[in-house]
T-cell receptor
Framework: QKEVEQDPGPLSVPEGAIVSLNCTYS??????FMWYRQYSRKGPELLMY????GNKEDGRFTAQVDKSSKYISLFIRDSQPSDSATYLC?????????????FGSGTQLTVLP | NAGVTQTPKFQVLKTGQSMTLQCAQD?????MSWYRQDPGMGLRLIHY???????DQGEVPNGYNVSRSTTEDFPLRLLSAAPSQTSVYFC???????????FGDGTRLSIL
């Protein structure tokens, strides 16, 4: 079983919809949680970065972390066609020489105009 | 500010050939990493470096070699290319231990 599980989709929604993207994980040592957005033929771009549990909001994006359930979410409000991309969750522990990231496999999102 | 720059963007190799993927960053980041991205597998760590002269293996290091002679550059070498190494390769860097990674735009590599 993978340490980080993410539904690959694809997920297709109409413009203006609220999108919910989720990841579950098994390693209780994970403390740093990130969401990356990856457009086709581009590198991952950091969207949200949170430490431990709680919520973080940035414009139309909200990241939630529930460590008791080992579950993280990214919500996109008023989704736009420009949000069409693959979304990757990533996380790391507080120990280790470089605190390397463990990634989910990504969810492909299409927002239809 | 260029960020993380990877060259080449595309490459086709024959089995058994060797090549070096280049990665350079201009952000003075200590930490640099190489990942490969395959369908359904997410990003997997190949090698990483915590500073000039210091490298270590990641999850999938076999068939790859790295060195870090300067803070800016972190090349990835394929010693003898195999079809299983067909993938998209990403280089990333970060400023500090708890900081997020910044990625380049990748090198798409096909091994025939």
């Amino acid at each position: 079983q993978k340490e980080v599980e993410q539904d690959p989709g694809p997920l297709s929604v109409p413009e203006g919809a609220i999108v919910s993207l989720n990841c579950t994980y098994s390693n209780s040592a994970f403390q740093y949680f990130m969401w990356y957005r990856q457009y086709s033929r581009k590198g991952p771009e950091l969207l949200m970065y949170t430490y431990s549990s709680g919520n973080k909001e940035d414009g139309r994006f909200t990241a939630q972390v529930d460590k008791s359930s080992k579950y993280i979410s990214l919500f996109i409000r008023d989704s736009q066609p420009s949000d069409s991309a693959t979304y990757l969750c990533a996380m790391s522990a507080t120990s280790g020489s470089a605190r390397q990231l463990t990634f989910g496999s990504g969810t492909q999102l299409t927002v239809l105009p | 500010n260029a960020g993380v720059t990877q060259t080449p963007k595309f490459q086709v190799l024959k089995t058994g050939q060797s090549m070096t993927l280049q990665c350079a960053q201009d952000m003075n980041h200590e930490y640099m990493s190489w990942y490969r991205q395959d369908p359904g597998m997410g990003l997997r760590l190949i090698h990483y470096s915590v500073g000039a002269g210091i490298t270590d293996q990641g999850e999938v290091p076999n068939g790859y070699n790295v060195s870090r002679s300067t803070t800016e550059d972190f090349p990835l070498r394929l010693l003898s290319a195999a079809p299983s190494q067909t993938s998209v390769y990403f280089c990333a860097s970060k400023k500090g231990l708890s900081q997020p990674q910044h990625f380049g735009d990748g090198t798409r590599l096909s091994i025939l």
